[in-house]
């Protein structure tokens, strides 16, 4: 499976955008997907996830009503929208997919996309 992230950018705070996340290959699986960040000097964060269907999610808690995971399971692909933007969610943002559900364990996702950045300025 491949996955192919895109709709980073630049953007002011205060500010909203979409990321998306394409999946390719073996798509037959039932694969739960995920956005995870990492800022620079920090380590890579659970940012949200969301089931196979696309009917459950599960945020970190700091990100619930500002970030919003989604999924279109007849295009195989993610989305990550993000208002309210604020300076400190510049980061690389990856997605991730896996079999064994929409979990913040990093460690238990099969695939990764390649990131894309976001960047926020004040």
């Known amino acids: 499976v491949q996955l192919q992230a895109s709709g980073g950018g630049m953007v002011q705070a205060g500010g909203s955008l979409r990321l998306s996340c394409t999946a390719s290959?073996?798509?037959?699986?039932?694969?739960?997907m995920a956005w995870f960040r990492q800022a620079p000097g920090k380590e890579r964060e659970f940012v949200g996830g969301?089931?196979?269907?696309?009917?459950?999610?599960y945020y970190t808690e700091s990100l619930k009503g500002r970030f919003t995971v989604s999924k279109d399971k007849s295009k195989n692909t993610s989305y990550l929208q993000m208002d309210s933007l604020k300076p400190e969610d510049t980061a690389v943002y990856y997605c991730?997919?896996?079999?064994?559900?929409?979990?913040?364990?990093?460690?238990?996702?099969?695939?990764w996309g390649q990131g894309t950045q976001v960047t926020v300025s004040s």
């Open positions: 991730a997919a896996g079999t064994r559900g929409y979990t913040d364990n990093l460690g238990l996702y099969d695939y």
């Open positions: 290959g073996r798509t037959g699986t039932r694969y739960a």
């Open positions: 969301v089931s196979y269907t696309g009917g459950s999610a």
